[in-house]
């Protein structure tokens, strides 16, 4: 029996970003709770307070006030799948979001940065080949924040994420 489709949360971005910053599709915490990175050993807080002084502690629509202001949108590329448990590799039937809408309202937008390897995959399978992408974005893959990717610790993950600085705002 296959579980019920999921749906993943809409877009986090003002018109300003320079950075968009994707996952696959959000695990069940975030889903449940409908916060990104909601999961409490998910690194990707503690990096952004690293990159971007955004406090992991502060509420959750602070947060994305934060990542806004420093020119930081947020979505998933899958729309759309089925899968049992939070684990990228359970995904199935995924469906991507439809970003040819996003790029046309993100003018600004210079960085594509895919938070792990199935995000990066996905875009690669369902987004390039269907959609045409804006000049000038350059795609960068880095390592998964999520707490199911323990082979780099949190030192690891923040110099590969460190890449990002030179697009903030």
């Known amino acids: 029996m296959q579980p019920n489709p999921l749906t993943g949360l809409a877009a986090v971005a003002q018109p300003n970003a320079r950075i968009l910053i994707l996952g696959s599709m959000p695990g069940a915490a975030s889903l ?3 916060q990104y990175y909601a999961h409490p050993r998910n690194m990707f807080w503690p990096i952004m307070a690293q990159l971007a002084g955004v406090s992991a502690s502060l509420p959750y629509a602070q947060r994305l006030n934060a990542l806004n202001a420093h020119g930081i949108a947020l979505w998933d590329v899958i729309a759309q799948c ?5 684990l990228d590799s359970a995904i199935r039937a ?3 979001n439809d970003f040819s809408g996003f790029f046309a309202s993100q003018p600004a937008l210079a960085l594509i940065a ?4 199935k995000a990066w995959q996905s875009f690669k399978r369902y987004v ?3 959609q045409a992408m804006p000049a000038g974005i350059s795609l960068l893959c880095l ?3 999520s707490p199911a990717h323990a082979a780099l610790g949190f030192e690891e993950k923040l110099k590969h994420w460190h890449q990002l600085s030179e697009f903030l705002t």
Not at 82 to 86: D, E, K, L, P, V
């Open 32 to 34: 449940l709770q409908q």
């Open 82 to 86: 089925q899968r049992t448990g939070s």
């Open 94 to 96: 995924e469906q991507a």
């Open 114 to 117: 895919f938070n792990g390897t």
């Open 128 to 130: 390039l080949p269907q």
């Open 143 to 145: 390592p998964s924040t």
